[in-house]
């Protein structure tokens, strides 16, 4: 079983859509989750960053941790056009500098 | 403020060729780091670095080498390149104490093809 596992899609959503993406891990030492996005031609850029089991929320987006079914989901809600792009999940071990990235999901809000 | 400035953006390499990617960063940021992304494979990790004259290796080091000389650089030398290196290479800086307390800024990476 791979550490960290990401549906790669295609995932197609018209606009005012929610969408749900989705990461499961197997590394129980994984301490921090971040969700990073990718437009294309581009290099990532970090969208969530959350520490332990629960919710964040910033604006449109939610971030949720489940660590006892280890299991994360980033949530836009009133999905845009401008949110076509490709969603990778990352995890860290305490005390690492090493991020362990899912495959990534890609993202189609059509208009 | 320029970033994480990544060049060339694009490069077509013969087998058995070498080159130097490079990585130049003036946010002041102590940790750098090197990633390779091929299609559909995610992000993996190939070299970090936490400071000038400190590296090492990531998930995927073999063919690769880098440096530290300063801050604001971080080279990688591929020395034999292999068709297996085909990827688009991203370099990547943090503050602080790495991704823990800061972001990872990406530069908008390197096309690179070993034909």
């Known amino acids: 079983q791979k550490e960290v596992e990401q549906d790669p899609g295609p995932l197609s959503v018209p606009e005012g859509a929610i969408v749900s993406l989705n990461c499961t891990y197997s590394?129980?030492?994984?301490?921090?989750f971040m969700w990073y996005r990718q437009y294309s031609r581009k290099g990532p850029e970090l969208l969530m960053y959350?520490?332990?089991?629960g919710n964040k929320e910033d604006g449109r987006f939610t971030a949720q941790v489940d660590k006892s079914s280890k299991y994360i989901s980033l949530f836009i809600r009133d999905s845009q056009p401008s949110d076509s792009a490709t969603y990778l999940c990352?995890?860290?071990?305490?005390?690492?500098?090493?991020?362990?990235f899912g495959k990534g999901t890609k993202l189609t809000v059509n208009p | 403020n320029a970033g994480v400035t990544q060049t060339p953006k694009f490069r077509i390499l013969k087998i058995g060729q070498s080159m130097t990617l490079q990585c130049a960063q003036d946010?002041?940021?102590?940790?750098m780091y090197w990633y390779r992304q091929d299609p559909g494979m995610g992000l993996k990790l190939i070299y970090y670095s936490v400071g000038a004259g400190i590296t090492d290796k990531g998930e995927v080091p073999n063919g690769y080498n880098v440096s530290r000389s300063t801050t604001e650089d971080f080279p990688l030398r591929l020395e034999l390149a292999a068709p297996s290196q085909t990827s688009v290479y991203f370099c990547?800086?943090?503050?602080?104490?790495?991704?823990?307390?800061?972001?990872?800024?990406f530069g908008n990476g390197t096309r690179l093809t070993v034909t």
């Open positions: 990547a800086s943090s503050e602080g104490q790495g991704a823990i307390n800061s972001p990872l800024h």
């Open positions: 990352a995890m860290l071990e305490g005390g690492s500098e090493k991020l362990v």
């Open positions: 959350t520490y332990s089991s």
């Open positions: 946010m002041n940021h102590n940790y």
């Open positions: 590394n129980s030492a994984f301490q921090y």
